[in-house]
T-cell receptor, first 115, second 110 residues
Framework: GAVVSQHPSWVICKSGTSVKIECRSL??????MFWYRQFPKQSLMLMATSNEGSKATYEQGVEKDKFLINHASLTLSTLTVTSAHPEDSSFYIC???????????FGQGTRLTVV | EDQVTQSPEALRLQEGESSSLNCSYT??????LFWYRQDPGKGPEFLFTLYSAGEEKEKERLKATLTKKESFLHITAPKPEDSATYLCAVQARSNNDMRFGAGTRLTVKP
């Protein structure tokens, strides 16, 4: 299957700082990328969908000013958690798809801990 | 609104004991149904895509089937390494995103 690389795999930051997470499709062009958040023993919660070159579409209840998503190229999307607080601590996962209908491939996830 | 319900929430099997996981869905026009496997602390790993009722796909000990209302993931003679959370997701024709069920946490004991 296709490979999606997510970086970093874990990060610890101080409250009030910003953290950037990268998601790259290594061997295909991702026209659509998704960002999810996952709490322990729970399923994936879709945060936003982004198409290359256009603004991300955020799910209801997700603060677009806090979770900045950029999909500048067909192989890279970034999620920036701005002014992070302890309640933002979670497992963030990206996925990428080359078209519809096709399956989406996931990155390894990023464990964010805000102290 | 699109809904995906997986059952059971957790399943414990002995090695070699075959069983099935269920994914019931409500969607306004199914574009595709997807099965993933997720190990703790990792991103989901793609297993299957099913597009239409009656379709079946197999991979090693796993077989996925699809009807108009649900999908089953059959596990034949499971091994301890099959222990994981299995996630089902659907994509509707009307939108671009994938909706996930809560998952079934499978434990296979030797």
């Amino acid at each position: 299957g296709a490979v999606v690389s997510q970086h970093p795999s874990w990060v610890i930051c101080k409250s009030g700082t910003s953290v950037k997470i990268e998601c790259r499709s290594l061997d295909f062009q991702a026209t659509t990328m998704f960002w999810y958040r996952q709490f322990p023993k729970q399923s994936l919660m879709l945060m936003a969908t982004s198409n290359e070159g256009s603004k991300a579409t955020y799910e209801q209840g997700v603060e677009k000013d806090k979770f900045l998503i950029n999909h500048a190229s067909l192989t890279l999307s970034t999620l920036t958690v701005t002014s992070a607080h302890p309640e933002d601590s979670s497992f963030y996962i990206c996925s990428a798809r080359s078209g519809t209908p096709t399956e989406a491939f996931f990155g390894q996830g990023t464990r964010l801990t805000v102290v | 609104e699109d809904q995906v319900t997986q059952s059971p929430e957790a399943l414990r099997l002995q090695e070699g004991e075959s069983s099935s996981l269920n994914c019931s869905y409500t969607v306004s026009g199914l574009r595709g149904l997807f099965w993933y496997r997720q190990d703790p602390g990792k991103g989901p790993e793609f297993l299957f895509t099913l597009y239409s009722a009656g379709e079946e796909k197999e991979k090693e000990r796993l077989k996925a089937t699809l009807t108009k209302k649900e999908s089953f993931l059959h596990i034949t003679a499971p091994k301890p390494e099959d222990s994981a959370t299995y996630l089902c997701a659907v994509q509707a024709r009307s939108n671009n995103d994938m909706r996930f069920g809560a998952g079934t946490r499978l434990t296979v004991k030797p």
